[in-house]
């Protein structure tokens, strides 16, 4: 059956174009196709008074959002670009601002990583390829540590190392306005002033390079709501800079953009600690944990409570789910106070959840250890 067409838009109405879309995808969400609905996301204000006075108009979908521009107003907003140039048209951009307390948790990343001091900036100027587009960050997996940084508020003070200047650049590596160098001396602290420029990631490069011994790029970020990350996208690709197609204003004309913001799920040693219910009987030697994907080495361990647990700890690290793909079972036999014996039998057991995620016991810190505690 032929499909109708759909209806014309209602009088008064303007067709918007699309600009940006932007989709979060976090590999821990299986049962929901990946989709990540982890963060808000909030234009900076930069950005809310750019987007208003060139009628762009951003919408937050959950999992990602969107910036389109109503048909009419395209024509001036490439003049707009055009005319500033490569380079000097402002990204515009996007705070994320965390829903979930667990997000680190779950998430491929350092477990150490606080978002007080490190925040989360990707940019349409570095892209990978993969398999459901353009995808924005240093890996073609997802983000990693490296797309992590320290922050900084409006008044940046750093030390020099020895006699030399510092020149701080923004993320197309124009010189900030109006102090892009400043003086460094041996052991004294300067301070660069950042507040007369936008939100964004600022790259300190010094003369000599000896000079400075700092982080070689910092996070200007507000103090308040508490962000998490930014999302930088320029609309006119910056000279020598990114993938054309990460771009959406083309030579001939505006072409919507899709770029995928993809998170990789941690990889967690499983501990199942056994419990008897009693308190009073003792498992047997044949009491195991089988299943596919990890074996499990057994020992003893006292819990907080004083009760005694059998544990189990995998011997291989395994990716967090909502909906594990692991199924592992319990089995074997336990001595009761009068000297029976009975069986143990649990299958499935529990698998790993969201939180707690603990520290590894190695010190690794990409890591992490699940506990999952069995009473039977």
């Keep these: 059956m032929q499909r109708k067409a759909s209806p014309p838009a209602p009088p008064g109405a303007e067709p918007f174009l699309n600009v940006f879309t932007v989709q979060f995808r976090h590999a821990f969400y299986n049962a929901d196709d990946d989709r990540c609905q982890d963060f808000c996301v909030v234009p900076t204000p930069a950005c809310s008074a750019w987007m208003k006075q060139h009628g762009l108009m951003f919408r937050d979908r959950g999992n990602g959002f969107s910036v389109d521009v109503p048909s009419p107003r395209m024509p001036g907003l490439i003049r707009?670009?055009?005319?500033?140039?490569?380079?000097?048209?402002?990204?515009?951009?996007?705070?994320?601002?965390l829903r979930?307390?667990?997000f680190v948790g779950i998430t491929d990343l350092p477990i150490t990583t606080l978002p007080t001091r490190q925040n989360l900036c990707v940019s349409n100027l570095t892209t990978n390829a993969g398999k459901n587009g353009l995808s924005l960050g240093s890996h073609a997996d997802g983000v990693s540590a490296d797309d992590w940084y320290p922050l900084t508020g409006s008044s940046l003070t750093v030390i020099g190392r020895r006699k030399g200047t510092l020149t701080v650049t923004d993320m197309a590596?124009?010189?900030i306005a109006p102090h892009a160098t400043v003086a460094l001396q041996a052991g004294q602290p300067t301070t660069v002033d950042l507040s007369a420029c936008p939100h964004g990631l600022y790259a300190l490069q010094a003369t000599p390079k000896t000079a400075y011994a700092g982080p070689p790029f910092v996070l200007f970020m507000?103090?308040?709501?508490?962000?998490?990350?930014?999302?930088?996208?320029?609309?006119?690709?910056p000279s020598g800079q990114g993938d054309p197609q990460a771009f959406p204003l083309q030579a001939q004309g505006l072409k919507g953009v899709n770029l995928q913001l993809n998170f990789a799920a941690r990889q967690t040693f499983w501990h199942y600690y056994v419990v008897s219910q009693n308190g009073?009987?003792?498992?047997?030697?044949?009491l195991s944990i089988t299943g596919t994907g990890a074996t499990f080495t057994r020992s003893s361990a006292r819990l907080p409570s004083g009760e005694h647990a059998a544990l189990f700890i995998a011997d291989t690290s395994l990716p967090m789910r909502q909906r594990s793909p692991h199924r592992f079972s319990l089995s074997g036999h336990r001595?009761?106070?009068?000297?029976?014996?009975?069986h143990v039998n649990v299958n499935p057991l529990p698998t790993a959840c969201a939180s707690p995620v603990w520290p590894s016991a190695d010190g690794d810190v990409m890591?992490?250890?699940?506990?999952?505690?069995?009473?039977?």
């Design 335 to 342: 001595r009761g106070v009068d000297g029976g014996r009975g």
């Design 80 to 97: 707009t670009v055009n005319t500033a140039g490569t380079g000097k048209s402002p990204p515009l951009g996007f705070m994320l601002l």
């Design 367 to 376: 890591s992490g250890t699940s506990e999952i505690y069995v009473y039977v």
């Design 173 to 175: 590596g124009e010189p």
């Design 100 to 102: 979930n307390p667990d």
């Design 222 to 237: 507000p103090s308040m709501p508490m962000t998490s990350g930014l999302i930088s996208l320029f609309l006119l690709q």
């Design 280 to 286: 009073q009987s003792a498992f047997m030697d044949d």
